[in-house]
């Protein structure tokens, strides 16, 4: 993939933090990836606010319900995660 540099300027407090949680992966990575969530997050809340201005506001029932799905598979992809951890190390 084609990469830009760029400059950007931000709180040196907010960098040290970074740069601590970055360690491993760099700078670049870490904010493409915070790039990348930010922009998908933009796009869903322009998808949510146009479905609300066709269909109408969320009701609570359909937002807990979303909820508890959305912690379903949550709990299942953890579940995934860890049985996929747990089974590379042991032997057939």
Known sequence: MATKKITVTIPE???????????DRGLSAYFAEALRFKRDRDRL???VNWLEEEYGPVTEDERAAAVEELTDLDAEHERRRTSGKRGAGEAA
């Open 13 to 23: 407090e907010l960098l040290e933090e970074i740069r601590t949680e970055a360690a």
């Open 45 to 47: 809340l322009e998808l």
